[in-house]
């Protein structure tokens, strides 16, 4: 109880900058160097403060929308994002009902590939429960949010190896992306060739992660 605390305090009211895992915010901090007041979109976004790449751009000014499968990460959002469209949804290209897993570090939850499940159970992370949720495009989910933006400065896709479902779940020739930091893992190679049909480039990778920025033609 008491780490829980103390975790919550140093999160949330403590701690005023790095809040991602990895060098990601020093990154986008460069790129956006020029942009004021932005929009975002975050799935699989967790935590409003910890581990998160969205948490000093909305410091600074920016407002977006934040989407995690999890009911009670939403309850956070909701307190310290209120700038923020937050949603629960799990985010897919095509509809219907996936596992989720909920672990007992919760930044791990998401639907698993089972070798992403065994390689997590194997560094001894353990599963507290499984839950059968219906999925969304994110399509749908920006139409839902009543938010005029067909310009998205920052896409962030960190959903645990169903990152290329999400990915595919938004229409490039409709919406233009700035930025798309996403979590790529195994599947690398198949994202890249897919953004390049959208003028997207890679730009760099932060451990697991790979950040792509769109061509200004």
């Known amino acids: ?53 969205t948490a ?71 599963v507290i429960k499984t839950e059968k949720i219906l999925t969304r495009r994110l399509d749908d989910i920006i139409t839902e949010s009543k938010i005029n933006h067909k310009r998205i400065d920052l896409l962030d896709i960190d959903v645990e190896g169903h990152d290329f479902q999400v990915l595919q779940s938004i229409n490039l020739d409709l919406y233009d992306v700035r930025v798309i930091l996403i979590e790529t893992g195994d599947q690398e190679n198949a994202i890249i060739q897919y953004l390049l049909k959208f003028n997207h480039h890679l730009y760099t990778r932060v451990d697991r992660n790979c950040i792509f920025l769109k061509k200004v033609i």
């Not at 956006?32 to 976004?45: A, E, L, Q, R």
């Not at 672990?103 to 639907?111: Q, R, Y």
């Open 56 to 126: 000093l751009l909305y410091k600074k000014g920016w407002k977006g929308i934040n989407i995690d499968a999890n009911e009670k990460n939403l309850k956070l959002f909701n307190f310290f994002r209120k700038r923020d469209y937050n949603i629960r949804a799990l985010v897919s290209k095509t509809a219907g009902a996936l596992k989720y897993y909920y672990f007992d570090e919760s930044a791990l939850n998401g639907c698993l590939s089972d070798s992403r499940l065994d390689l997590l159970l194997n560094e001894n992370y353990k």
């Open 1 to 53: 109880m008491l780490n829980s605390t103390l975790k919550f305090f140093y999160w949330n009211i403590f701690k005023k900058n790095n809040f991602s895992q990895g060098n990601e915010e020093k990154i986008l901090q460069d790129i956006f160097s020029d942009t004021i007041k932005g929009f975002y979109i975050d799935v699989g976004c967790h935590h409003p403060n910890r581990f998160s790449n």
